[in-house]
């Protein structure tokens, strides 16, 4: 039988023909005990029980793209906990069955490739994914039911958010939520759709059904898989005792029937999470989504306090950090800007020069830059992410302080006990809205923010 591998081409690589000696290689034979490995484990957690579920992986080989490595796969309808190593099935980096398991006797059922493959597919191509878990465990299941009208899950200020990739205790973790079908290859169109509404997430659960979970190898799907678990069965239990796992003090559940804004500019009519007579599930909960500028802090504090600190720090700030890999980051940052100014004439933008030039005359060039930035209160990433550091270490030094209008803390706290999810969205960064929400005349606001948001959204 001939079997389609990768051969390098003019440098290049693509598919080719080549002897079954590579399925027999280390690195297939260790993929393959791996799944069989894991499906086991995944049994003996409730995630693959009943011939359900089932996980996939691209075998490693440094030799070759990432998108054209070859893919093991899980048969369907076989108990999972029981497999061996050559009951895998071997597909090709499009999705191509390039080798199939051997019939086992009666009362086996003839080999057939995972139901799930076509939606595997769609988290190798869209997300780059190094491997896949579908998991029925009972959590993922039952938590998709807690509101049955909801097209999300969230979740917030746990410990074990951190596990999942791009997200910290602090941040809100969203997964969408697809409706089943009867028929796993059904659920494609809409699990692809939810992937590309959610670029953040890195799983969509299925209503009644289960979850896809995905990572950049089978460490990440699996550790960020016991993850995604352990805070639904937190969540479900929470809901038990009656308690909100959606806030950040994961209070009591509340009806919310009016709440008054800041200042009276914002009101909010909703009820959170309650059923009414005719037993319709009224979603839960609303949320509020404050700028930072005029809304909860003095317009004066930004231009007056923290654009000059960053004007007349930049400078220090840029030669105490320089060979650091995040202030080498802002760097590039700013070198990409520049270079787009330049070509479209933007007042104020001078060349950077080469690393050759020596590093007082770069930092000289991107304090030049920068100031000309601030004085045009420009809202471009690459200056509000430098700004956000040099904040923070004015902000760690005592030099500088954050500032809230006085009504603020009251609205936030009333907003937080009634259930309302309260975000902030601004052109600052979000390192720059939690250290001024961190740092208050007031103390540490941040208990009652579920999220922040800046330029890097949308």
């Known amino acids: 039988m001939a079997l389609a591998t990768i051969v390098a081409v003019n440098g290049g690589f693509k598919m080719g023909t080549v002897s079954p000696a590579y399925l027999e290689s280390k690195a297939v034979k260790e993929t393959r005990s791996l799944i069989s490995e894991l499906c086991r484990q995944f049994y003996n957690l409730g995630w693959v029980s009943g011939t359900?579920?089932?996980?996939?992986?691209?075998?490693?080989?440094?030799?070759?793209?990432?998108?054209?490595?070859?893919?093991?796969?899980?048969?369907?309808?076989?108990?999972?906990?029981?497999?061996?190593?050559?009951?895998?099935?071997?597909?090709?980096?499009?999705?191509?069955?390039?080798?199939?398991?051997?019939?086992?006797?009666?009362?086996h059922k003839p080999p057939k490739c995972s139901d799930c493959a076509p939606l595997f597919m769609k988290a190798y191509h869209m997300r780059n994914a190094g491997s896949v878990i579908h998991s029925h465990g009972m959590e993922s299941f039952l938590v998709t039911m807690i509101n049955p009208l909801s097209k999300e899950f969230r979740i917030t200020h746990m410990e074990m958010i951190k596990g999942i990739q791009g997200h910290g205790y602090y941040d809100e973790l969203v997964i969408p939520i697809i409706e089943n079908t009867a028929y796993e290859n059904e659920l494609t169109d809409s699990l692809a759709k939810a992937i590309e509404a959610y670029p953040k997430t890195t799983a969509v659960l299925v209503r009644n059904h289960g979850i896809y979970v995905w990572g950049d190898s089978w460490i990440s799907a699996k550790t960020q898989a016991e993850c995604y678990h352990y805070l639904f069965d937190a969540a479900i239990k929470l809901r038990q005792l009656g308690l909100d796992w959606s806030t950040p003090d994961h209070g009591p559940i509340q009806n919310v029937k009016r709440v008054s804004g800041i200042n009276g500019r914002i009101n909010v009519s909703t009820k959170a999470g309650t059923v009414d007579s005719n037993y319709k599930f009224d979603p839960f909960p609303r949320c509020i989504v404050l700028d930072i500028e005029g809304t909860t802090t003095p317009i004066s504090f930004v231009t007056d306090v923290l654009f000059p600190y960053a004007r007349d720090n930049v400078g220090r700030h840029l030669s105490a950090t320089y060979d650091s890999a995040e202030t080498q980051d802002d760097i590039k940052l700013l070198h990409a800007q520049v270079e787009d100014d330049l070509k479209q004439g933007v007042s104020g933008s001078v060349p950077i020069p080469s690393e050759d030039a020596g590093k007082e005359e770069v930092i000289a060039a991107l304090?030049?830059?920068?100031?000309?930035?601030?004085?045009?209160?420009?809202?471009?990433?690459?200056?509000?992410?430098?700004?956000?550091?040099?904040?923070r270490t004015g902000f760690e030094n005592n030099e500088l302080k954050g500032?809230?209008?006085?009504?603020?803390?009251?609205?936030?706290?009333?907003?937080?006990?009634?259930?309302?999810?309260v975000y902030i969205y601004s052109s600052g960064s979000k390192l720059a809205q939690r250290l001024i929400f961190g740092n208050t005349n007031f103390g540490d606001l941040r208990k009652y923010l579920s999220g922040f948001f800046d330029t890097a959204v949308g």
């Not at 996939?56 to 030799?63: E, F, I, L």
């Not at 420009?378 to 040099?390: D, E, F, N």
Request: with cysteine; charged share 25%.
């Open 52 to 107: 359900g579920g089932s996980i996939t992986m691209k075998v490693h080989d440094s030799c070759i793209p990432k998108p054209q490595q070859l893919i093991l796969m899980s048969p369907s309808g076989v108990q999972k906990e029981r497999m061996e190593p050559e009951d895998m099935y071997v597909l090709s980096g499009d999705g191509s069955i390039i080798s199939s398991p051997s019939p086992k006797p009666y009362p």
């Open 403 to 421: 500032v809230v209008f006085d009504d603020v803390p009251e609205a936030l706290e009333k907003w937080h006990a009634l259930g309302v999810k």
């Open 367 to 391: 304090v030049a830059n920068v100031e000309a930035m601030i004085k045009a209160d420009r809202k471009i990433t690459a200056l509000k992410q430098l700004q956000g550091h040099i904040w």
